[in-house]
């Protein structure tokens, strides 16, 4: 059975990433600031705590993986915080926090799994959560946009780096999307999380399930010649020009 290790798996796109690549027959060692518990059979799940901008804490996670069954064939970088405001006021911190967990943390996991990846014979593949934030941008979103941007093209080096080695790195790239991290939107700014759903030509939010399924399948040998994607899953929204909303331009 292959071994995939999931951040952020405590919550959203990451738990359900962690459930459906057991399903997939992966086994997933789990890791979040505070130790993931997953509902899943024995054997299949162990879950560990960590931040991901530690290079320890990456290291620790990778060799808890071998040590808990024996190898490491995919790795799925999805730990990531958000955050918004203007450019002039928007405190340095928090950019700096968007930065390291955003962007540092998939540099620090690709580095802290490779060794292992390395002497894998399973799928050697890596996804990175990045965002249709990574791919334009949102007035007030710049430092998370910026953050997931620069996601967006170390998985595109990484790929032309990689790639001669039979490892592949790729993106997803969510539109907004059911979880933890969008709650206080649609609770505080009901408005704005309908402007934002009327932009989707869906005309709805993914559920962190319909991530998760875009990363399993990037994950598999079914995406064997797939890598250096940032695979947009969000409803068509990257597919506008901007010019018209859904269904409302001329006909
Ligand atoms: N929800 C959306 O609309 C949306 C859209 C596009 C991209 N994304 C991205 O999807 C990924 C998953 O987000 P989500 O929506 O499931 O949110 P979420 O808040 O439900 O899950 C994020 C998880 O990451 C963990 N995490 C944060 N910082 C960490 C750190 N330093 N170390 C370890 N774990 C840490 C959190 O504890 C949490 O469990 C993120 O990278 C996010 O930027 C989300």
């Keep these: 059975m292959p ?18 690549l057991i399903h997939d027959g992966f086994r997933v060692v ?3 600031r505070e130790a993931p518990e997953l509902d899943a059979p024995p054997g299949t799940f162990a879950g560990i705590a960590g931040d991901v901008v530690e290079r320890a804490d990456n ?15 995919a790795v799925c ?25 955003d962007l540092k943390g998939p540099v620090l996991g690709v580095r802290a799994s490779l060794p292992a990846l390395r002497r894998s014979t399973g ?6 959560t990045a965002s249709t934030s990574g791919l334009g941008g949102d007035p007030g979103m710049w430092a998370y946009n910026a953050a997931k ?39 505080a700014a009901p408005g704005k999380a309908r402007e ?24 598999s040998s079914q995406a064997s010649f797939i890598t250096g994607v940032a695979l947009p899953v969000d409803g068509g ?14 006909r």
């Design 196 to 219: 934002l759903t009327a932009a989707i030509p869906l005309q709805r939010w993914a559920a962190p399930e319909e991530v998760a399924a875009a990363i399993a399948f990037l994950v």
């Design 123 to 128: 799928p050697r593949s890596i996804v990175v």
């Design 3 to 20: 071994v995939a290790l999931v951040t952020g798996a405590a919550s959203g796109i990451g738990l359900a990433t962690a459930l459906r």
């Design 59 to 73: 290291e620790t996670a990778v060799a808890f993986a071998l040590d808990s069954f024996g190898s490491l064939d």
């Design 77 to 101: 970088l999805n730990a990531g915080v958000t955050g918004s405001g203007p450019i002039d006021t928007f405190p340095l911190e928090d950019f700096e926090r968007i930065l390291a967990v």
């Design 237 to 250: 929204v990257t597919a506008t020009t901007g010019q018209f909303r859904p269904a409302a331009g001329p």
């Design 149 to 187: 941007a620069g996601a967006v093209n170390l998985v595109r080096s990484l790929a032309m780096e990689l790639g001669p080695e039979g490892i592949r790195v790729n993106a997803v790239c969510p539109g907004p999307t059911v979880t933890a991290m969008t709650s206080r939107l649609r609770e």
């Design 30 to 32: 789990g890791w979040d």
